[in-house]
């Protein structure tokens, strides 16, 4: 989750897509949501920092009150069945602290 006006929220997409890379091949799939409703800016933010995955744009907030989202970034990961596996509030895609297999399913 994250918006174009944040730039750690600019850094930890970026970051985010870079390392997902590496884990395309066991079916991992990003889908980024942003705060923000302006297309456009979107649009430019992810064409200059070279992201090609899906943006959902949330601009009634109804994923950020689902998924209790306080501040920009937030990273969530959800397994294959849809359910919200963990989530942390900041721009590394696996924090150090967390258990190295919830990342990897």
């Given at each position: 989750y994250w918006k174009t006006s944040n730039e750690r929220s600019?850094?930890?997409?970026?970051?985010?897509?870079?390392?997902?890379?590496?884990?395309e091949k066991k079916g991992v799939r990003v889908l980024s949501v942003i705060a923000d409703d302006n297309k456009d800016e979107v649009k430019k933010v992810l064409s200059e920092k070279g992201i090609d995955y899906p943006?959902?744009?949330d601009s009634d907030?109804?994923?950020?009150s689902s998924y209790g989202?306080?501040?920009?970034?937030?990273?969530?990961?959800?397994?294959?069945?849809?359910?919200?596996?963990?989530?942390?509030?900041?721009?590394l895609i696996c924090p150090p602290e967390a258990d190295r297999s919830l990342c990897d399913r």
């Amino acid at each position: 989750y994250w918006k174009t006006s944040n730039e750690r929220s600019v850094l930890a997409l970026k970051e985010v897509h870079d390392e997902l890379k590496k884990y395309e091949k066991k079916g991992v799939r990003v889908l980024s949501v942003i705060a923000d409703d302006n297309k456009d800016e979107v649009k430019k933010v992810l064409s200059e920092k070279g992201i090609d995955y899906p943006v959902l744009i949330d601009s009634d907030r109804q994923l950020y009150s689902s998924y209790g989202i306080r501040v920009y970034p937030t990273t969530v990961i959800i397994d294959r069945q849809g359910v919200r596996i963990t989530s942390w509030r900041h721009s590394l895609i696996c924090p150090p602290e967390a258990d190295r297999s919830l990342c990897d399913r």
